[in-house]
């Protein structure tokens, strides 16, 4: 899986060939990471595609929440109402960029939160006036991300990995971006060891909080793990985040996974607790010790 998923990244990151020369080495994660996470979600959305359209158009003027009806058809926490994928917008490539603001603004909310916190508008923008959109689209549409082919443990890898490789880029700690899966696993363990008896009863449900969430690698092997233990188990996840970069894809993953986005708080845990006056059965964390930024230490 290791080479997997790294092969999947270098691949992905060579789009940065395409930048060079518009953009600054330390600007290329802007465009590579939501470009990632857009045909992620595209391409989980694509099973249900029509049968989304079909009950938007069926109920767009009945005075509905499509909240309510539409994640049905979608089979997902989210959904998109535009007739565009990544792949048909490039039939159209004098109106690329209208095309694809305006399947930006068709995703759900909680989807359209990730797309804002990555200023993605603006990217769009800067790429249509640098004739590279067009491009760049076209790269990312022969990209396959559908969960059968990338499982959402590998995609969890593979963000990372990009992570990391915008961290190096940008001269930053690769370590205050993302764990190294074995030391999760190792930490989720030690975790779960003394509650063994609770764990293993069918239904069982328990909440798991990262007040220093990242990507969410911790919550999401959490998860995997207590699925190992006991599949009838539900661990319910909860984090919060000061980088929005990575605030957004743990946010976009969370979506994928069926847990509740609203989980997710963007914000810094030491002076703005986006849960004060919660409880959680387990909590774990891998604050980022060697960021001497002043900003995330102010109380």
Request: hydrophobic content about 40%; glycine content about 6%.
């Amino acid at each position: 899986m290791a080479q997997n998923f790294r092969e999947l990244a270098n691949f992905i990151w060579s789009v940065a060939d395409l930048l060079r020369g518009d953009y600054k080495q330390a600007d290329y994660g802007k465009i590579i990471l939501p470009f990632t996470l857009l045909r992620r979600l595209d391409c989980v959305l694509e099973t249900t595609k029509q049968d989304v359209l079909k009950e938007f158009a069926k109920r767009k003027d009945s005075g509905i929440n499509l909240d309510l009806v539409l994640p049905r058809k979608s089979k997902e926490s989210f959904y998109n109402t535009s007739p565009f994928t990544v792949p048909t917008l490039l039939a159209d490539p004098a109106h690329i960029r209208q095309n694809l603001t305006a399947y930006i603004g068709d995703f759900s909310a909680e989807a359209r939160d990730v797309f804002e916190r990555f200023k993605f508008s603006e990217r769009i923008a800067e790429l249509d006036e640098s004739n590279l959109l067009f491009l760049i689209v076209q790269k990312f549409a022969a990209i396959d991300l559908h969960p059968e082919v990338v499982p959402p443990e590998t995609m969890g890898l593979v963000f990372e990995e990009l992570i990391r490789k915008f961290a190096e880029a940008s001269n930053e700690t690769a370590g205050e971006h993302f764990t190294p899966r074995d030391v999760i696993r190792l930490l989720v363990m030690c975790l779960f060891a003394g509650d063994d008896e609770a764990l293993s009863k069918a239904g069982v449900v328990r909440s798991l909080y990262d007040p220093t969430a990242g990507t969410g690698g911790m919550l999401s092997v959490g998860e995997n793990v207590l699925a190992t233990i006991n599949p009838l188990a539900k661990l319910v996840l909860f984090g919060q985040e000061l980088n929005p970069e990575s605030y957004a894809i743990c946010k976009a993953d969370m979506l994928i996974k069926g847990q509740d986005p609203k989980n997710i708080v963007l914000g810094n845990t030491l002076s703005a607790d986006g849960f004060p006056s919660s409880l959680f059965d387990y909590m774990l964390s891998n604050p980022p010790f060697g960021w001497t930024g002043k900003k995330s230490l102010t109380l």
